[in-house]
Nanobody, 125 residues
Framework: VQLQASGGGLVQAGGSLRLSCAAS????????IAWFRQAPGKVREFVAA????????VYADSVKGRFTISRDNAKNTVYLQMNILRPEDTAVYYC???????????????????WGQGTLVTVSS
């Protein structure tokens, strides 16, 4: 069982990046997937989550309107499209998966037992 995050890099403020989270070894369509991030010297925080069917998405207030989470169950992949990036978006981004995540727990780290290795996003001013 593995989640592989990719797509990070260096981008100027105002730019865009798309992160991918590819899953293997699990029945992907049964898993809710979330993105979290951890900036240097800060605690890890919730960014966005999507339920199994893709019909429900939730976002942190800090990214709402700029980031979009989506999934392609045929490709076992979740995407995080990040637009209008800001320097404060600089962080290591992690994807996480859980098969028993109820609606009220979508933002909670403890709801996701499977974690990817993280991908670094750096936004320059």
């Amino acid at each position: 069982v593995q989640l592989q995050a990719s797509g990070g890099g260096l981008v100027q403020a105002g730019g865009s990046l798309r992160l991918s989270c590819a899953a293997s070894g699990l029945t992907f369509s049964r898993y809710a997937i979330a993105w979290f991030r951890q900036a240097p010297g800060k605690v890890r925080e919730f960014v966005a989550a999507i339920r199994q069917s893709g019909g429900t998405t939730v976002y942190a207030d800090s990214v709402k309107g700029r980031f979009t989470i989506s999934r392609d169950n045929a490709k076992n992949t979740v995407y995080l499209q990040m637009n209008i990036l800001r320097p404060e978006d600089t962080a290591v981004y992690y994807c996480a998966g859980g098969s028993s995540v109820i609606l009220s727990n979508l933002r909670s780290e403890t709801a996701y037992p499977i974690w990817g290795q993280g991908t670094l996003v750096t936004v320059s001013s």
